[in-house]
């Protein structure tokens, strides 16, 4: 068994033995021994870093949809606890695990909660002109009426949330505190998402999820053919002219028909708030791709020693595609969506562990373009702007040829990807974007053919020689 340098088995499959040891660890050597020697090095603590070991475990291992953040703060609490009984006379416990396990009944037993989130959407979309539902995995994000956003508002208001530490009260104590100017049904749209966990956190991160799958969607639809623009004077991307539906001002959460909290998300909203038109729009744009239901990972036993290929499925990254280019779409800053349209091409291409030129190479040949010099220029020049960017963090000045020239490889390898999913497979796909010349291939597989054929029929002769 391979053990860490810690004392444990970090490959064990066993969520309970791995929690087990780790507590035991931090029992031992922070609890009971909090001597200077188990800081490895200056600024960091021993128990840090067995407290995040101990969080993943909890957060990964066990099935129990709770977030990373509740999660620490759940286990700094218990430890803290646990300190406390040790440090008492006539306190303290025998086994360490028990005593943990004490404080996190959810464990071993299912203690998950229902929670329902309104979010409120600064788009005035057109009768039908976007769907009245979404869904990513097993997320489901549904349009909800305005009759039901005022119900849950006033419920909101008058009743006192479960959590307030660092959340305001009240959805009119927050709106009276930012520009937002009220939340009326004329300027905004209401959504609604459900789904259990073990707290708000997580149910937070499953609604992002599928959210930033959405408004990446929608940013797509609405800027498919617009050319990105600069505002000089403050190396800014332009918005004006283009429809930019960002994040909404708040969620407001409600835990089994209870007010829980009201989260700030973005107050940077200022009027006009855009409209979705003209109708058809996004179905027109979005009709070639295909439901993402389908995520996680794929079966491709070409491909699956490939360390230079991410193994999920053609839904998985193309819903993590309209994330990121929705991300590249709503941004002012050059320098992030630079990165972001290039973190879409490795999304769209499958791409990992690879030179920084693999997912332009990968995305070109995805989407038929014949190399020229010119065009190889202009390639080994933006991969060497990134290059610049990641490793030495300096500024390289991207231009709005360099994003123009990202966000178009990005729609059409996007909308190449979804077309070809329903004609082709995922093995076929990635045999095509991952082969320099296929007719050169085929003929050279063909010679091997005929090669394997001539010293088959040889063995075949001589298989009754004795």
Same mark, same amino acid.
């Given at each position: 068994m391979n053990k860490s340098?810690?004392? %444990?088995?970090?490959?064990?499959?066993?969520?309970?033995?791995?929690?087990?040891?780790?507590?035991?660890?931090?029992?031992?050597?922070?609890?009971?021994?909090s001597s200077e020697e188990q800081h490895p090095f200056l600024g960091v603590k021993r128990q840090d870093i067995l407290i995040n070991i101990l969080v993943e475990t909890i957060a990964e291992d066990f099935d129990l949809e709770i977030s990373h953040e509740y999660a620490e703060d759940r286990v700094r609490k218990t430890l803290a606890d646990m300190s406390s009984q040790i440090e008492s006379p006539g306190e303290g416990y025998e086994d360490p695990v028990s005593r943990f396990r004490i404080d996190w009944p959810e464990l071993s037993e299912e203690n998950n909660k229902r929670f329902s989130v309104f979010i409120p959407l600064p788009l005035r979309p057109k009768p039908k002109s976007i769907p009245d539902r979404m869904q990513y995995g097993e997320n489901l994000l549904c349009r909800a009426t305005p009759d039901d956003w005022r119900k849950y508002f006033e419920l909101a208001n008058e009743s006192t949330p479960t959590q307030t530490r660092g959340y305001p009260n009240s959805p009119e104590e927050f709106i009276q505190g930012s520009n937002l100017n009220g939340i009326s049904p004329g300027r905004y749209t209401f959504w609604k998402f459900e789904s259990t966990g073990n707290d708000a956190d997580f149910v937070i991160h499953e609604l992002e999820s599928i959210l930033d799958v959405f408004l990446g969607k929608i940013n797509y639809a609405t800027n498919e053919y617009h050319q990105l623009e600069f505002d000089s004077t403050g190396n800014r991307i332009k918005r004006a002219g283009r429809t930019i539906i960002e994040y909404p001002p708040m969620y407001m959460m409600f835990q089994d028909g209870a007010f829980h909290r009201l989260q700030p998300k973005n107050t940077d909203i200022f009027s006009p708030i855009p409209s979705i038109q003209p109708v058809g729009q996004?179905?027109?744009?979005?009709?070639? %791709?295909?439901?993402?239901?389908?995520?996680?990972?794929?079966?491709?036993?070409?491909?699956?020693?490939? =360390?230079?290929?991410?193994? =999920?499925?053609?839904?998985?990254?193309?819903?993590?595609? %309209?994330?990121?280019?929705?991300? $590249?779409?709503?941004?002012?800053?050059?320098?992030? $969506? %630079?990165?972001?349209?290039?973190?879409?091409?490795?999304?769209?291409?499958f791409t990992r562990n690879a030179q920084s030129i693999t997912p332009l190479e990968r995305a070109l040949r995805l989407v038929d373009?014949?190399?020229?010099?010119?065009?190889?220029?202009?390639? =080994?020049?933006? =991969?060497?702007r990134r290059n610049t960017l990641v490793h030495e963090g300096t500024d390289v000045g991207i231009t709005v040829g360099d994003l123009n020239f990202l966000k178009g490889l990005c729609i059409t390898s996007m909308r190449t990807l979804g077309q070809v999913a329903d004609e082709y497979s995922r093995e076929e796909i990635l045999t095509y974007i991952t082969t320099e010349d296929v007719d050169s291939k085929i003929q050279d597989l063909e010679t091997e053919i005929e090669d394997l054929e001539e010293e088959l029929e040889c063995y075949e002769c001589i298989s009754d020689w004795r």
């Open positions: 340098a810690i004392g %444990f088995d970090p490959e064990d499959p066993d969520p309970n033995s791995k929690l087990a040891d780790i507590v035991k660890m931090i029992d031992n050597q922070v609890i009971c021994d996004y179905d027109t744009a979005l009709d070639s %791709f295909p439901e993402l239901v389908n995520l996680g990972d794929a079966e491709d036993p070409i491909f699956a020693e490939d =360390k230079t290929i991410l193994n =999920k499925s053609i839904e998985n990254q193309l819903g993590a595609s %309209f994330r990121t280019i929705g991300q $590249a779409l709503t941004t002012r800053d050059p320098e992030t $969506a %630079f990165l972001s349209l290039y973190r879409t091409l490795e999304h769209v291409t373009a014949n190399g020229d010099q010119y065009l190889d220029l202009v390639v =080994k020049s933006i =991969k060497n």
